[in-house]
């Protein structure tokens, strides 16, 4: 919400002596009291203090303090000397501590209003608790809020820390129009007969976890206009079953936001009796069947979300008639077909989403430009079958876009000019497998680009310098095309804000360039890269993963990777021509997941320093001239599953003569073949290698890594007698020893997270979600 404001106090200073002229100031017409004070967004500023002027004004029936900042002070238990208030708007005013229970002193509150910014819709993720408002006794505090409060009409504690359930006490509130207890923190049981008090028209609950329940079956006479229960994307413990047949019967009902609740079966034809509904949202559920049909008959619909589902089908070829609609989201279904033609002749257009689905062609994406208002279009799919380039010129003209993916859909840039005229407000642009042979010249004009991926195209020849001169670019994805160098100077580029750079399987030859010092995700493998680590590596602000592996470096692993150490999650050395010893530099490395420096021509010993990797999971060494004992310090790593040590010149006896437990208690793999040990197994060795000895049901698979890294997940390829056995993620691995046989190495493969949109904007507008695309 945008909101201006000015001091309307200082005017006062100017004001005639009379303040019930004075603005903000309302006064009784017979007896001259001071009735109501609106000072919201007056640039108020300083603590709210209990022996201020404000709570003299005994007479006061309406008082508005909203959008102004109290510096974090508390509620005055003073308010209670404001027996005639009915309205208190105290929302977004930095206020903080535990709301006093002398509020409930204000019997005849008809209003009241505690929310705070963190509640605003913009807001995706509730904030931790100590940054709220709270209730320091819910069990005293709400019941006695519903008795005491009887004439409450409207009550939004939004983002206030309730932590508690909702009591039954609260479906007495017979007089509530509204009841809003988004990011509340609450818990437990919601007492489904709130929903049926009978004069209630908006319930929003959004944000809160951990709040079970189901919806009852709804009266006809129900005065419900806005129902919203959003939920966080990470909630799994929510409102659950069907939507109940009988929300057809709420035919005021204008807004129905029943996103990520685990609901099942399928959209009811009922919904087609709700003909005052704008805004359908059901996304991230579990809800099947074909497309609702009975939403083509709701015209005043503005939104409709069904993403995340298991929606089955076509997309109606009428879906046209939905002349007021301005955004559908579909995507991550099972649709099949046609893309309709009539969607794109909904010139009230700003958002489609269709991404992810099964769709094999799109009709008439050549009339988009009838789309002047479009700014988000996520088409991309792994199933079109498009035979004709798309020429990308059609879009030229769609001057708001601000969002493109068109992932797998053939492109033509042939007609693109130095005089083509695309929007300038670009801020994502996914082309990636749209066959695009020449890097897209528009791009240079783009001033608010955050992300570009250009990956699995045909693109040759040098990148153009311009690209790191973007200076709000914080994602490059051009992987999987045939560069070949860079254009231009070779230097950093400053104030660069490119947190994710992937150039990997290209054809890149000679140095590696480091655009960026902000890069926290470097993907360079499977290129040409020869020459020495630039040291630039070492000047990376906070790096998260280093992959620069199948390339032809040479020389030694930088020593001063020691000052990256302590961000690292992932570090590939894998297949290149480093020579010399693996540095001693893990002191601080209490992040790292993996290191894997396979296939180089490393010598020495194993560094000390290994032990402080008190996260690690893989360790691959294979392939070097590594000449050490058995790293039996390193069983001190809990969390170690995967070691390779395979093909080197490793020596002496796998076991401990003082017949110590051999430790490693997640090993799951182990290859220490191909190397110089000796000696036999005591008996009972392998007795205690619970990990790999687990019967464990495998049906669910853990996968070395972090999706909120980039996707960045370890795979294993297995090789017995000879035959690799590649698992990538996705598949999982299984537990094994190998120490005559072959087992191999650790690869990688990433992909990211993109913003997506979705419906719950305060009134007029959509909310903000977070897409992650499957690739």
Known sequence: MNVTSYPKTQSWANSSSDCCNWEGITCDTKSGKVIGLDLSCSCLHGRLEPNSSLFRLQHLKSLNLAYNNFTLSPISDKFNKLIWLETLNLSESSLKGHVPIELLQLTNLVSLDLSSSSSASNSYFPPPPALLLSIENPPLFLPLLARNLRNLRALDMSSVNISSEIPQEFSYMSSLRSLHLKNCYLIGEFPSSVFMILNLQSIKLDHNPELRGELPVFYIKNSMQVLSL?????????????????????????????????????????????????????????????????????????????????????????????????????????????????????????????????????????????????????????????????????????????????????????????????????????????????????????????????????????????????????????????????????????????????????????????PSTSITYLFVSNNNFTGEVPQLICGLTSPTIIDLSNNNFHGYIPRCLETNMSSLTDLNLRNNSFRGSLPDMFMHASKLRSIDVSQNRLEGKLPPSLT????????????????????????????????????????????????????????????????????????DYFLNWTAISSKKDNTQLHYIGDFHDYGYYTSVVLMNKEVSMALEPGIGFAPGIVFGLMIGYIVASHKHEWFMKIFGRNKHSFTHRSHSPKH
């Not at 609702?292 to 409709?304: A, D, E, F, V, Y």
């Open 230 to 514: 959003l939920e966080t994307s990470f909630s799994e413990s929510s409102f659950s079953g069907r939507i109940p047949s009988s929300l057809g019967d709420l035919s005021n009902l204008s807004s129905l936001i029943l996103f990520s609740n685990g609901l099942i079966g399928e959209v009811l034809s009922s919904i087609v009796n709700l003909k005052q509904l704008t805004i359908f949202s059901v996304g991230y559920n579990k809800l099947g069947g074909n497309f609702p049909s009975g939403l083509l008959n709701l015209t005043k619909l503005r939104g409709i979300d069904l993403g995340s589902n298991e929606f089955t089908g076509f997309l109606p070829p009428n879906i046209g008639q939905l002349a007021k609609l301005e955004a559908i989201f579909a995507g991550s279904n099972f649709f099949t077909g046609s893309v309709p033609a009539s969607l794109f002749q909904i010139s009230s257009l700003t958002h489609i989403y269709l991404e992810d689905n099964q769709f094999s062609d799109i009709l008439g994406l050549e009339n988009i430009s009838m789309l002047p208002n479009l700014q988000y279009l996520f088409l991309h799919s792994k199933s079109f079958k498009i035979s004709s380039p798309v020429d990308f010129n059609v879009f030229s003209s769609l001057k708001q876009l601000v969002g493109l993916a068109l992932l797998g859909i053939p492109l033509s840039t042939a007609n693109i000019t130095s005089d083509s005229d695309f929007s300038s407000q670009f801020r994502y642009v996914y082309l990636s497998g749209c066959n695009i042979t020449e890097f897209p010249e528009f791009i240079r004009d783009q001033r608010n680009l955050d992300s570009l991926d250009l990956s699995n195209n045909n693109i040759k020849g040098q990148l153009p310098d311009w690209l790191w001169r973007q200076e709000e670019l914080q994602v490059v994805k051009l992987s999987n095309n045939s560069l070949t160098g860079f254009d231009g100077s070779l230097k950093v580029v400053t104030g660069s804000q490119i947190n994710v750079l992937d150039l990997s399987s290209n054809a890149f030859q000679g140095p590696l360039f480091i």
């Open 612 to 683: 402080g990797c008190s996260a690690l999971e893989v360790l691959n060494v294979e392939g070097n001239k590594i000449s050490d004992t058995f790293p039996f310090q390193l069983n001190s790593l809990q969390k170690l599953q995967v070691l390779v040590l395979r093909s080197n010149k490793f020596h002496g006896k796998l076991h401990q003569y003082s017949g110590a437990w051999f430790g490693f208690p997640e090993l799951k793999i182990i290859d220490a073949s191909h190397n110089d040990f000796h000696g036999t197994f005591p008996s």
